[in-house]
């Protein structure tokens, strides 16, 4: 950040404002443009043929995992509550991507 700021200062000394604001702005109209079209590339779908692990967790399981969350407890602590619970080894990652939102149901790619 410091170089950017160096660079910032040298280029306001070198030119006039108004010549460093259209420069800007042309930088800007140029970043927003690259942020655009990286958003509107179609997204891969993941995993289209169906190969690898399936995923064991239902929605049953992922409300609880939520509940558990909101109660304060670790990522951990919920797995092994819900090891017992549901009789199936869930594992701190899988809570970990049920707490952040990327957890995918099988059913739903």
Sequence with gaps: MIKIDRL???LRNSISKDEHERI??????????????????????????GAGRKKIATKEVMTRVLELDKQGLSQAKIADKLTQEFG???GRTTVGEIVRGNYVL???K
Excluded at 37 to 43: D, F, R, S, V, Y
């Design 8 to 10: 910032r200062e040298q």
């Design 24 to 49: 800007i702005a042309r930088i800007q109209r140029e970043y927003d443009q690259k942020l655009s079209e990286i958003n509107l590339q179609p997204t891969k779908i993941y995993n289209e043929r």
């Design 88 to 90: 199936m080894k869930i």
């Design 106 to 108: 099988s059913d739903e």
